[in-house]
C-alpha cells in the first residue's frame, strides 16, 4: 500500500488526484494547506480526509511519497524520513494533467463497459466464460436463470464445480470451437450450447466461454408438432375407415373433409364438396352444418334427403370447439334405406330364434306389477295340475312365454313343447300335433299350445274337443290313447267369439277351466325399466354392442308410450334404437328412441307401382301420407307431429308448406 500525503493542492488537483485512491495500492492518508484554502478544507472534510498547515505533523513512518505542489517543501530526500519519496510542484503538476487525461479515457472506458454490459445481460442466450485456470469470470444474467446461481455465487470457482457437464475446459485445452451441442442440465433443463476459445490478437488462448440456450420449449413444441401429425394421420384413417358417412366444414361452413363412405351415400366425389358449400349436399330442407354453426350446439336424428339419389338419411351434426371458439362442425350421416333393410332381418333372425328357444322359466318372466304377479301365481299353480290352460291377453304381452314357464315347470318338461298356430290347423295337422308331442309310450307325453284359440276352424275344434273328453282321438278309423297337456292363448274377447258362433260354447268351458289373464304392458308402466335392463342385456349378445343404460329422458320417453304391441313392441323399438344410435355409444338418449318409434310405423307399400311414375313422386306421395297420418294422430298439434316423426319444427313447416298441408 503506497500512503501519499499532497501539500498545497487546488480543490481541482484534489479531485483528481482522488483517483488515486481507486488504484488498489494508493491511499491519501493527509492534506497540507499552508495557505488555510476554505475549498481545500472543505473538500479534507467532505472526503475524511486528515488536513493542517504542518507538514511536519504527518511525516511518519506511514508515507511513503509526497505530492509537493507549492515548491517550498524543504527537502527532496531527508534522511530523517529515508522512506519518503518527494516529488517537486512541476512533476506534482505533471502527475494531475496525467491523471486528468487518464480520467476522461476511464469515463469513456467506464460508459462502453456499462452498454457492453448491458448488451451481455439482454440477450436471451446464457453466456459464460473461463479464464485460463478454468475459473468463471464471465456469468450474465441469462445464464443465472437457466442454472439458477447468481453472478457472486459463480465468479471465480471453477467452472466443473457449477456445471460438471461443462465442455469449456476441454474447448481451452485444445482451441478448437464446439458448434450446437445438445445437453441436459443437472437441473433437468436442455441447452444448445456452443463453445468458442479466447484468442489474443497474438495468438495466445486466455480462456474459453459458450453461448446456450434453452431447448426445453423447442424440444417439447416439437414433440407435439409429432403427436399432433400422428393423431392427425390415426383420425383420418377412422374416418376414412368408417362405414358411417362423415362430412366436415369449416367455420364459414365450407367442406374440408369428406370419407369414402360419404361418396358411396350421396355420389358426390370430395373435389366437389371440399371448398364448396355446405349445402351442396342437400336435395331439400336447410343445411345442419350451418344451423350447428350459427347455434354452437349439436344437432341430432335430423331426416333429410342428400346426393344426386335423394337418399332418406338421418343426420347428427355436432361444433368442432377449439378454445371456446367454433373451429367447423362434423356429420356423421345414416343411411335409413340400409337401416330399414336391417331391421327386417333383424325381425325375420328373432323370429326363428323364438321359434329354436323352448326353455322359459318362471324367472323370465320380470315385472313387479300386482297384475302381474297374480297371474304368475295362477301359471305356477296351473304347471302343478294338469288341466287345459287358457292364456288370455294381447298381442305381444308374454302368452307365449307363461306358457313355455308352465311347461317347463311341470312333470312334463322332459318333454317336447310344441307351439302351434291354430290359423294354419287342419284336422290331420291337430291329428299329427297331438300324435307328436307323445314321444314314447314309457315317458311322460308333451304340452301342446295352441296359440289364438278363436281362429281355430269348427272342425278341428270338434276333434280338440273329442280329445280333450276322452283322452284319446280317432284315426284310421280307431281311437288312440293319448297324454298331452293342452294349453292354449286368445287375445280376442271369448265370450263374443261364444256368442257370434265362432268358438264352440262346450269348447269354451272346457279350456277355461283356469284361466289366466296378462296384463298389458300399458298398465305396468313401471316394470319397463326391468324389462329394459334385462331386453338390453339380450340384444348387447345378439348384435355384439355395449349398450349400458337408457338416459332417464329416454326412459320417461318409453314409459309414456302407450305400447299397443306390448313388450315384443318394446323389444323390436330397443333393438331399431340401438341400431340408430352413434357408433360406440354405451346409452341409449331420447333422440334413439324417436327415431326408433318413428321408423317402426314406416311400411311398404303392397300395392303394384302405378305407371309413368318416378321414384321420387312415389316417396313424396309416401311423406305426405305419413305426415297427414301424424298430424291426425297428434289432433294437428305440430310440436307432438314433429317430435313423433324426429325431426325439427322447422322442417316440419317446410314440409307441410310443400304439401300444402297447412
Known sequence: MQNL?????????????????????????GIVDTNANDSVSKFARQKGIPHGPDPESFLSGNVQLVLDFSGNFPFTYNPKYPQITVLSKSS?????????????????????????????????????????????????????????????????????????ESGLPDVLKKGQIDSNVELQLTNGLDILSSRYPLVMPDGTITGAFAVFKDITGVIRTAEEITDLKRVKTMLEAIIHSSDDAISVVDSEGLGILVNPAYTRLTGLTDKEVIGQPATVDISSGESIHMRVLETKRPVRGVNMQLGENNRDVIVNVAPIIVDQEVKGSVGVIHD???????????????????????????????????????????????????????????????????????????????????????????????????????????????????????????????????YIGSGSITAAGKPIQLSVRIITSSAANLERAVHEGVLCEELYYQLTRMSIRIPPLRMRT??????????????????????????PEAMLRLQSYEWPGNVRELENVLSRAMILTESGSAKLNEEDIVRALSSRSVQQPDSALPDKRTLASLMEDHEKLLLETSLRENNGQKVLTADRLGISLRSLYYKLEKYKLI
Open 5 to 29: 500525503l499532497i501539500i498545497d493542492a487546488d480543490q481541482n488537483s484534489l479531485r483528481v488526484l482522488q483517483q488515486l485512491e481507486q488504484l488498489e495500492h494508493v491511499r491519501i492518508i
Open 92 to 164: 506534482s503538476q505533471l502527475i494531475v494533467k496525467l491523471l486528468a487525461c487518464q480520467g476522461t479515457e476511464l469515463e469513456l472506458l467506464q460508459s462502453d463497459i456499462l452498454i457492453y454490459k448491458s448488451i451481455f445481460n439482454s440477450v436471451g442466450e446464457g453466456m459464460i466464460g473461463i479464464d485460463g485456470m478454468g475459473t468463471i469470470n464471465l456469468f450474465n444474467d441469462s445464464a443465472s436463470k437457466m442454472l439458477g446461481f447468481s453472478f457472486d455465487e459463480v465468479l471465480g470457482k471453477p467452472i466443473l464445480s457449477v456445471i460438471p
Open 336 to 466: 335409413i334405406t340400409e337401416m330399414r333393410s336391417l331391421m327386417k332381418q333383424l325381425d325375420h333372425a328373432k323370429a326363428m330364434i323364438r321359434e329354436l328357444e323352448s326353455t322359459y322359466t318362471f324367472d323370465d318372466i320380470l315385472g313387479n306389477n300386482e297384475d302381474l304377479l297374480i297371474a304368475v301365481s295362477q301359471a305356477k299353480i296351473a304347471a302343478g295340475s294338469e288341466i287345459p290352460v287358457m292364456l288370455r291377453g294381447e298381442p305381444g304381452s308374454g302368452k307365449e312365454l307363461f306358457a313355455h314357464a308352465i311347461h317347463t315347470g311341470s312333470k312334463r318338461k322332459e318333454s317336447e313343447f310344441i307351439r302351434v298356430s291354430c290359423s294354419s290347423l287342419d284336422v290331420d295337422a291337430i291329428e299329427a300335433a297331438i300324435k307328436h308331442t307323445e314321444i314314447q309310450h314309457e315317458k311322460r307325453s308333451g304340452t301342446l299350445f295352441l296359440d289364438e284359440i278363436t281362429e281355430l276352424k269348427p272342425d278341428v275344434q270338434k276333434k280338440l274337443l273329442e
Open 526 to 551: 313401471d316394470d319397463i325399466g326391468i324389462l329394459t335392463d334385462a331386453l338390453l342385456a339380450m340384444l348387447n349378445q345378439e348384435f355384439g354392442m355395449a349398450i349400458q343404460q337408457v338416459t
